[in-house]
T-cell receptor, first 109, second 116 residues
Framework: GQNIDQPTEMTATEGAIVQINCTYQTSGFNGLFWYQQHAGEAPTFLSYNVLDGLEEKGRFSSFLSRSKGYSYLLLKELQMKDSASYLCAVVSGNTPLVFGKGTRLSVIA | DTGVSQDPRHKITKRGQNVTFRCDPISEHNRLYWYRQTLGQGPEFLTYFQNEAQLEKSRLLSDRFSAERPKGSFSTLEIQRTEQGDSAMYLC??????????????FGPGTRLTVL
């Protein structure tokens, strides 16, 4: 079976740093994606990791440890517009993306 | 705007009616995917196409659901005899479809279905 776990909700302060964790158990692994989804809108691509380590893209970074089945998304210098759901999704074998339930992030002043 | 469009954006129907949704992918994308998303959940895979061939269907896709991509461009998703449990956001995504596993999927804005 395939299982992807993320915290349901998180709250952080504007200007701060937040880390959103994702653990996965899948049959096969060919990469992990992070998507951002604002309420009522489509998911938008943030990052892709297939090798262990940290990928940095501006204020957003994503980390992967394949041996631990673990990833995190790091958001720096939080802005109010970062309030959204963050979806972790895994590609395994030829199966299209398997998504976690998402983490709803609220950024407060 | 990712370049993937869906129509309609909202659909309200009565239980037992049939509905059809359309998705137009990014023009050079060979793969097209359908997902369903309910409140507080991540998208759940339904089916996908490589060009006009339907390559995989989830067990979530009951006999009442059918999808087509007749010319390898736009796709339609039909739900027959709708049930209240079909109420959800139906998302379409497309990707280039190469051998690279970093085959990023780009999502359309979705069709929100409400079955009364």
């Amino acid at each position: 079976g395939q299982n992807i776990d993320q915290p349901t909700e998180m709250t952080a302060t504007e200007g701060a740093i937040v880390q959103i964790n994702c653990t996965y158990q899948t049959s096969g692994f060919n990469g992990l994606f992070w998507y951002q989804q604002h309420a009522g809108e489509a998911p938008t691509f943030l990052s892709y990791n297939v090798l262990d380590g940290l990928e940095e893209k501006g204020r957003f970074s994503s980390f992967l440890s394949r041996s631990k089945g673990y990833s995190y998304l790091l958001l720096k210098e939080l802005q109010m517009k970062d309030s959204a759901s963050y979806l972790c999704a895994v590609v395994s074998g030829n199966t299209p993306l398997v998504f976690g339930k998402g983490t709803r992030l609220s950024v407060i002043a | 705007d990712t370049g993937v469009s869906q129509d309609p954006r909202h659909k309200i129907t009565k239980r037992g009616q049939n509905v059809t949704f359309r998705c137009d992918p990014i023009s050079e994308h060979n793969r097209l995917y359908w997902y369903r998303q309910t409140l507080g959940q991540g998208p759940e895979f339904l089916t996908y196409f490589q060009n006009e061939a339907q390559l995989e269907k989830s067990r979530l896709l009951s006999d009442r659901f059918s999808a087509e991509r007749p010319k390898g461009s736009f796709s339609t998703l039909e739900i027959q005899r709708t049930e209240q449990g079909d109420s959800a956001m139906y998302l379409c995504a497309s990707s280039l479809g190469g051998q690279d596993w970093a085959d990023t999927q780009y999502f359309g804005p979705g069709t929100r279905l409400t079955v009364l």
